[in-house]
């Protein structure tokens, strides 16, 4: 029986990972099913060939070229989802997509299933190869710059990998970061009580997201939160919107040392690679004058610096270090500030969740004014309530991709090697099959206690993975959660928050990553 047939007949809010299971079970068998008759034993079923498996825009080529114009031009990356939603709803939880411009066939596959996800997230790995963005790539090669992680495959992917990983996912490791982060937002709080209100709610998570991050990746304050026009935040903003448009562009002309797309690109980027080298060096000179005078050894021992940890391991080179730092830092800037706005503004438009948060908060944090890894190791609605708005607005237009490093059954298809699969996390996230009332903010759907129609969503695992999965995960997962944690509760703490009224969605644009496409204003009414 299809998957499209059950919905048809049974509620979807009623299918739970058991029934799932075993309508999949026929598409994930490598060898033929069987059933035994009079006649003796007869296949029933059989992996279908790459071939068979449903295209979308299979009509001619020039469709499918115009569709991903129109989008480009008029901007508009709702479209997109609707594309993925109108094409999930033609050819089911898996088909294929001809990314070809020109001739011959270039095809990537989207997953839109947790058991799929599942099938291709555990596929043996050895190079770990992803999607890479083009635009970087090109700008590395160009001016010989030292390749990025996310550039990077195989071996040389993972001697560098390991030394940073061990610094950043470890929870005890980045427990030590709390009070540095802290103290920025502290500060923030400030600024947010002298004020009754912010008209761009976004500009001021990206200014003390600027400051957090750089606190974290350099130990040092930028003095961005004073500076709505900081040039760190706007430079950042800027290049993660260029980077969006490349991938959007149906053609690579841009891709061009003498088009002027890619020239504001160039110089942005040495711009801002400038601006975090500096602080890299300025911040070498003082570790260096620390060591001469035998201060280092107790300012590391009062205070961590990821900085000085990395230039000290061995395993590491001083330009990966640097080039290590300034991504994170370039990265872990618009993520955090763009995830931050859609925590507080669902947490103002459903106020009886913000109360409950309220709630918990009193009662582990109570008024204290600082913060421990013990407070928030135990504050269960405030991890739901993040997780909940990464849901309901998913930072990515789609999800993960994995090029497939053998041939691989998925869905009932044989998949070639080297094709990339698309595990389509955005669409997921919000379907009801696996997250029931999708469209509601429910921060109950995650926790332990929870029973009955809502606890399904806790059966599919794979459907929700904002940060990736596997190895390649996202590095700055952690430092991430703990700033986003930090300032919730302090904002909250301090603050009920509204938005204006009349105001009952938020609209958002993908750049790379999801952003509100208008200015949020936020009330903010001292407690």
Sequence with gaps: MKMSILHKFRPPHLINRQSCAKVFSCYTRRTSATTTTNEGTKPTHSVKPFSEMPEALSGPRFISMFYFIYLYITKKSPALTSFYTTMKQKHGDIYKQNVSMGK?????????????????????EKEHRRFKLQLIDFFTKKNNFQKPLALLDGKEWEVQRKPTQEKMLRPAVVANYVPLIEKVTDDFIEKLGRKDKTEDLFTDLLNYATESVGMLCFNKRLGCMENDNNPVAVHVRRLFEMLGT??????????????????????????????AGDIIDSQKILLSKMKDEGQLEKYLEEEPNFLHSLLSDPRVTEESATSMVTTLFGAGIETSANTLTFVLTDLSLYPDKQKKLYEEIQRIVGDSTNLTKEHLARMSYLKACVKESLRRTFPLSSGTGRYLETDLEVGGYDIPKDTLVVVNSALMSNDERFFPRPTEYLPERWLRDTEGELAISRNFPFAYTPFGIGPRSCLGQRFAENEIFIAVIKIIQNFQISLPAGVTEIKSDYTLFRTPSEKVTLYFKKR
């Design 246 to 275: 490349s991938v959007m562009r149906p053609r690579k002309s841009h891709m061009t040392p003498d088009s002027k797309f890619y020239q504001e690109y160039e110089k942005k980027t040495f711009e801002f690679t400038k601006i």
């Design 104 to 124: 011959g066939e270039n095809f990537i596959v989207m997953v839109g299933h947790p058991d799929y996800a599942k099938t291709v997230f555990q596929a043996p």
